[in-house]
């Protein structure tokens, strides 16, 4: 028996590590389960269209910023620098969508 879940994004099993997201494209014939561990995952699952819908491509690109931030290790730049660029990346998947725009840029005030 396939255990439906409740929500459409979710951290897998709590883990900080994994965004589960149900994948849109094949519903309502088949459900498909994706992970997101990196920023790359996010990015592709919003510009495949994976995830649908102005809320939840907005809440998506915020967990994406999480994920960016979560495996964020020393790089050639500083953190600052590494959380812009990652924030642009992901206002660039859908630049005309406003929710997508509006979550990226409370999550940077928050920061």
Known sequence: ???VPKRTIWLKDNNPEIVQIIDQRV???KLDVVDLVTIEDTIDAIN???VRGAPLIGITAS???YLAIYNYSEKEYGIEDYIQNSAI???NTRP???NLNWAIQNMLRGL
């Open 1 to 3: 028996m396939i255990t």
């Open 27 to 29: 519903l309502p014939h």
């Open 48 to 50: 495949e269209m994976k």
């Open 63 to 65: 967990f994406g910023l």
């Open 89 to 91: 990346k992901l206002i």
């Open 96 to 98: 005309t969508a406003v």
